[in-house]
């Protein structure tokens, strides 16, 4: 457990390519993210190939999926006392990989959907996250 720990924080601090066996990648990454929900009712599902493997950036998946999990955690599971799942599905479709996320959440407000591309846009102001 410390090894994945220590393999997901050097890829996040590297632009070094390598091979990765995405299923077990995508699991180490999701497991250095619990303690940030380990006291709700959220949880991570992966959906992906356990014989995938990927010659990429790890640090550049491991930065989106972690801002991802933040988002969800963040923006659409605050409050919620209910059980948020977090789905990440991959997919290899034609020599093409599809990585797709969801959650459950409370979902993007249709006045907000227009800005969500907008660089530095956030809800939240800069005194409370």
């Known amino acids: 457990l410390i090894q994945s720990f220590k393999q997901v924080a050097v890829d996040q601090t590297s632009d070094q390519k390598r091979v990765v066996q995405l299923h077990k990648y995508l699991h180490e990454i999701i497991t250095s993210l619990e303690p940030k929900w380990k006291t709700t009712n959220h949880r991570v599902e992966i959906d992906c190939d356990e014989s ?11 930065q989106i999926m972690t801002n991802f999990v933040t988002n969800s955690l963040l923006h659409g599971f605050e409050g919620y006392t209910e059980e948020g799942v977090m789905r990440i599905a991959v997919r290899e479709e034609e020599g093409q990989l599809r990585i797709a996320y969801s959650d459950n959440g409370r979902g993007i407000p249709p006045e907000i959907l227009p800005r969500i591309f907008d660089p530095f846009f956030t809800t939240k102001q800069a005194n409370g996250g």
Do not use: H, K, N
């Not at 990927?54 to 491991?62: C, D, F, K, R, V």
């Open 52 to 62: 995938l493997l990927l010659e990429t950036y790890p640090g550049a998946i491991a």
